[in-house]
């Protein structure tokens, strides 16, 4: 339940974040959700702590850097196209980093379900294309995603001190942005009470509900829950944004969801994918 609640928080802040590109921009919402989770995952965990333990800088840097290029990334892609459809071209990223670490023979299928499911993407209700700089920006995102869950494996054992590393590598290098692009209207108090809206349903909360959920869940189950992720943003853009899929579209999601619940349900035990 704490993981399910964790996934509709991430997509529903992900709406939240779109509502807000109007006043100060894509960048500047990335500003504000990684500074504030930044500081608030500081405060709690004390990553300054691990940084006396001498740990795999190299991995630290990379999960951070990752971090920061795939909320930057994907906040770009929504604003050419919907939400869950950037949502379920980034999904893509884990869902190959998953596929490549196996060697089974119904991995095919799951890899044609994916490119299938990315094919009927830009079919909309009015049989008009995707924006090609959203796909773009979507498709870098998924490969942020994919390099972020391998330095995040590496990063692992350091646990909350590590995220908190890694938020803090992110906002270094996403808040200038944001400052850049929206300067003062990021310290409006509007701009920032969504924003912390944003930061706690995006990243603090679902790290909270994800600490406590994988003490009873194994990793296979987060990967099928993942698999709800483009279903979940598409509810959440629909509610939030007024977002609408068409019926090619919905299928085609639905085709990308499959192959994500279907690579993490028949993985070997011994393949294992995990993400913050």
Not at 86 to 102: D, K, R, T, Y
Not at 160 to 189: D, H, K, N, Y
Not at 204 to 226: C, E, I, K, Q, T
Request: net charge positive; hydrophobic share 60%.
């Amino acid at each position: 339940m704490a993981a399910f609640a964790a996934l509709i928080s991430v997509q529903t802040g992900a709406a939240f974040a779109k509502s807000l590109f109007p006043l100060v921009g894509a960048e500047g919402v990335a500003a504000l959700r990684l500074g504030l989770s930044a500081l608030w995952l500081s405060l709690w965990f004390r990553p300054w702590r691990l940084w006396r333990a001498r740990p795999d800088w190299l991995a630290l840097l990379g999960y951070g850097i990752m971090l920061g290029l795939m909320n930057l990334l994907i906040y770009r892609a929504f604003v050419y196209i919907h939400v869950s459809l950037a949502v379920s071209i980034e999904v893509i990223g884990p869902l190959a980093v998953a596929l490549l670490n196996s060697r089974q023979r119904r991995d095919v299928l799951w890899v044609g379900l994916a490119l299938l499911g990315l094919a009927l993407l830009p079919f909309g209700q009015l049989g008009s294309g995707l924006d090609v700089r959203g796909v773009a920006y979507a498709l870098a995102a998924a490969l942020c995603w994919a390099l972020y869950v391998v330095f995040g494996a590496r990063a692992a054992s350091g646990g909350g001190q590590a995220v908190a590393t890694g938020m803090l590598v992110a906002a270094l290098f996403a808040v200038p942005l944001g400052v850049a692009q929206s300067g003062a209207q990021l310290l409006t108090p509007y701009a920032l009470a969504i924003g912390l809206v944003v930061a706690v349903l995006s990243s603090m909360l679902p790290f909270l509900l994800d600490m406590y959920a994988m003490r009873w869940l194994p990793a296979r189950v987060f990967g099928v829950l993942l698999s709800a992720s483009p279903a979940m943003s598409a509810l959440a853009g629909w509610w939030v944004l007024g977002e609408t899929l068409g019926p090619l579209q919905i299928l085609g999601v639905s085709a990308i969801m499959l192959a994500c619940a279907g690579s993490a349900l028949f993985a070997r035990p011994a393949s294992t994918g995990d993400q913050s």
